[in-house]
């Protein structure tokens, strides 16, 4: 049963929330003490001081894990093992939904509902999931002569470096740390610095899991301080990145600089939310393209904010889906009635405004939202029609609540302006014609594409981008495993 807004603000009355990095089983101040404030974005009040990690803590927390490594631990531990703590991670989450989704919405300014289910069945699910899979991933043997028998086996890469964006903290953390250490990996995970502090908080729920001292280490820091030192460290053997296509190209310079280490990049997008005109313009669909281009504020990678609507349903549509925008509600994220919290940072908010400008300038016609009297840093949702595909607001990333709707002529047309982007990450198509569909979604150059809803899949399905979306690596599924392993050969003459 979801508690009520008071039942939440008593319990961030509560929190007392570390900022401390974890290296090789302990929590500790960074080596030079330097700190910075995190803030709650809703409110712009200091949360907690945060050690400000640089590369003498990267070392140290990369020598841990590079220990426990070698002398197998956790790397040669049985997986029924592995398999065992790791859903004991799960369980220590769900036990512990509302704190760590207090605390994620105060850090975030997300809602406290997305926090919930983000928190109360993604994370748990994600840990859950791969932590059974831990005993169930099997090698190969090669068809030879009777001379020989060749083994393909699986092994770890050793250790993985994660460097984590803002919008979905905790959820980021499971997507990198579950699957690297159901292989046998140790982790070294940067939170981003505007959200460090629930993934501070999963190290004590994964050390009275019985995670061993070294193989998971948090290092808070600065990207250009501690991401960069994970990114150039010669003892880091894969890293997983998720945030800007302007960062993910420093992280394949870092590699190229270093080791060579492999770098899964999973990055920006501008997708496509594509009505044909046998669509029929349902309750449904209206939902799901609000939720589409404004779940999260708009603060996430796959948000569909280029909506290219059949010509003749174009006017039938943007109606239905203002009134749907007018009725979401900004507000305090920890009350379960608001809908859209705020954004990330001041700076960020500028950026969205100076977009919502751009779209204005360009000769888009805003139809609503905009700036929020609200204190913290909140943005109506916005939503612009005659939005047309050379215009800013139509070509680049925004990551905040701003919509543009253009109106298509042809599939061919739709399919074109789709495609027309240096993103490939998500879109989604509604038709009633099967035929349709598979050849949109077949046609359209991006990593997961939604027929008749919105969504990313879920934990089963492999989430990654085509383009300068992000590289050949995919999180979740099956497929996020290889990110995190080795394959060797072993060939044997009989």
């Known amino acids: 049963m979801t508690l009520t807004h008071s039942e939440f603000q008593a319990i961030a009355a509560k929190l007392t929330p570390s900022g401390q990095a974890y290296i090789d089983g302990k929590f500790c101040d960074a080596a030079d003490g330097d700190k910075f404030n995190t803030i709650n974005p809703a409110t712009g009040q200091v949360l907690a001081e945060v050690a400000h990690c640089k590369s003498a ?63 109360g069945t993604d994370v748990p699910k994600f840990f859950q999931w791969y932590a059974e899979l831990a ?38 953390a499971a997507w990198k740390i579950a699957p690297a250490l159901t292989v046998g990996c140790s982790a070294v995970i940067k939170p981003a610095e505007q959200t460090p502090l629930t993934t501070i908080r999963l190290a004590q729920l994964m050390e009275e899991a019985g995670v061993p001292p070294g193989v998971i280490n948090i290092i808070p820091g600065y990207g250009h301080t501690a991401g960069k030192a994970i990114g150039l460290h010669n003892d880091i053997d894969t890293l997983s990145f998720t945030g800007s296509t302007e960062v993910g190209r420093m992280f394949m310079r870092y590699s190229g600089d270093s080791n060579l280490k492999g770098v899964g990049l999973e990055m920006g997008g501008k997708s496509p939310f594509i009505v044909l005109d046998d669509a029929p313009i349902t309750d449904d669909l209206i939902e ?71 779209g204005m300038d ?3 016609r805003k139809i609503m939202g905009g700036n929020s009297d609200l204190p913290g840093f909140f943005i109506e949702p916005t939503v612009f029609e005659a939005v047309t595909p050379d ?32 993103y490939g990450l998500h879109a989604t198509v509604f038709t009633r014609d099967i035929d349709r569909a598979l050849h949109m ?54």
Request: charged letters at 20%; a negative charge; aromatic letters at 6%.
């Open 57 to 119: 803590d990267v070392d140290r927390a990369v020598a841990a894990a590079r220990r426990v490594f070698n002398d197998g631990t956790w790397s040669r531990a049985e997986p029924e093992h592995r398999k065992e703590v790791l859903l004991k991670v799960a369980a220590l989450v769900r036990k512990h939904t509302n704190e760590l989704a207090v605390l994620e919405s105060l850090d975030t300014g997300k809602t406290i509902t997305d926090c919930l289910h983000e928190i």
């Open 135 to 172: 005993d169930k991933t099997f090698g190969k043997i090669a068809p030879t002569g009777p001379g020989a028998m060749g083994l393909i086996t699986h092994e770890p890469a050793g250790i993985a470096g994660a460097v984590l964006p803002w919008n979905f903290p905790l959820v980021m």
């Open 288 to 358: 799901h393209a609000a939720m589409s281009a404004f779940w999260n504020g708009g603060q996430n990678c796959s948000a569909n904010m280029r909506q290219l609507i059949a010509a003749p349903l174009v006017e039938e549509f943007t109606a239905r889906v203002c009134e749907r925008v007018k009725a979401f509600r900004l507000g305090d994220p920890l009350d379960p009635s608001t809908d859209i919290g705020s954004m990330i940072t001041k700076d960020h908010k500028t950026m969205v405004m100076d977009y919502i400008q751009s």
């Open 362 to 364: 360009q000769g888009a």
């Open 391 to 422: 215009m800013k607001i139509a070509r680049e990333e925004i990551f905040g609540p701003v919509l543009g709707i253009m109106s298509v002529r042809s599939d061919a047309e739709a399919l074109a302006i789709a495609s027309d982007t240096e």
């Open 441 to 494: 979604a077949r046609s359209l150059p991006c990593g997961t594409v939604s027929v008749n809803g919105f969504s990313e899949g879920d934990i089963k399905t492999p989430f990654g981008g085509y383009k300068m979306s992000g590289s050949l690596a995919r999180d979740n599924g099956t497929e996020a495993l290889a990110q995190y392993m080795q394959t060797k050969t072993i060939w044997i003459t009989t």
